[in-house]
């Protein structure tokens, strides 16, 4: 298998990469594993990779272009929109605190691949266009805050090495451990979480929901940065409008589609 790290800090890698199971997996020739620094897929002289977000708001945002096109020369892939498919047998992944739980089922799924790009994200966060129009998977390796990506990469490569057969000296150790079996029956959603492919905030009976809702977690809202348009993808109009009360409902209403989508349980009964 063959590990593809995008990161702002390629130097960080020295150490995990040179540990443990996957070290010993490296020299054993089970996987391959390239680090790749983002600012060599940058066009300025400041090699920038962040700017602020429309809408205004804290931090700034990993801009989408350097990380389309280090993804795609790195696999291959030629540049357009649309052109989202991976190479047969290849995930990317985005770290993220807004992604979905990364789960041991996650780790044995990615095992049965053959290539496993890692995007560590950083700053506030990355423009949703990478989320949406680039890579495969959104994770989040717990319900807690990063300074960046790279800690949650080496830790999903770390659970993926591990059930590479021959990684491990017992093969009976990966089958055996924590997480292995099934979480067993995962409980029925609110009504307003189970109907996520419409906009539950413009519905009168999205009221309840949203007052449980307002009692849990939600994930961050999507982010956008420069350009506004991207092949053919635009930034919301909402974000470029300066109306702020829009803004705040356009994020709050995101930000709740996004849980139901990645983290449904957030928003169950208790």
């Known amino acids: 298998m063959q590990f593809d790290i995008i990161t702002i800090f390629p130097g960080f890698f020295a150490g995990p990469l040179d540990y443990g199971i996957v070290r010993r997996a490296r020299e054993a020739g089970l996987i391959e594993t390239r680090v790749h620094d983002l600012r060599d ?7 920038t990779v962040d700017d ?15 990380l389309f096109e280090a993804t795609e020369s790195i696999l291959g892939i030629q540049a357009g929109a649309g052109d989202r498919t991976p190479p047969s047998g290849t995930a990317i992944v985005l770290l993220s605190a807004a992604g979905e739980l990364f789960r041991q089922q996650t780790a044995e799924r990615l095992a049965k691949l053959e290539r496993i790009l890692l995007i560590s994200g950083r700053y506030e966060g990355v423009d949703e266009r990478v989320a949406e129009h680039l890579t495969t998977d959104e994770i ?8 960046g990506g790279e800690l949650a990469a ?26 292995s079996a099934s979480d067993g029956p995962i409980e029925p959603l609110p009504d307003v979480a189970a109907r996520s492919g419409h906009s539950p905030l413009a519905r009168p009976e999205a009221v309840e929901g949203e007052r449980r ?3 849990r977690c939600l994930l961050d809202y999507p982010h956008y940065t420069r350009p506004a348009s991207f092949r053919r993808w635009d930034v919301p109009d909402v974000l470029l409008s300066g109306n702020h009360d829009e803004i705040r409902r356009w994020r709050r209403q995101k930000a709740l589609e996004k849980t139901m989508r990645n983290r449904p349980d957030l928003l169950r009964k208790d």
């Open 41 to 47: 897929h940058t066009h300025d002289r400041h090699k």
């Open 52 to 66: 602020r977000p429309f809408g205004g708001g804290e931090g700034m945002v990993m801009k989408p272009e350097p």
């Open 140 to 147: 989040s390796v717990g319900d807690f805050v990063l300074s």
């Open 154 to 179: 080496a830790m999903v490569m770390d659970a993926v090495v591990r059930l590479i057969p021959g990684a491990l000296g017992n093969e009976d150790s990966a089958a055996n451990e924590s997480f």
């Open 213 to 215: 809702v307002a009692r």
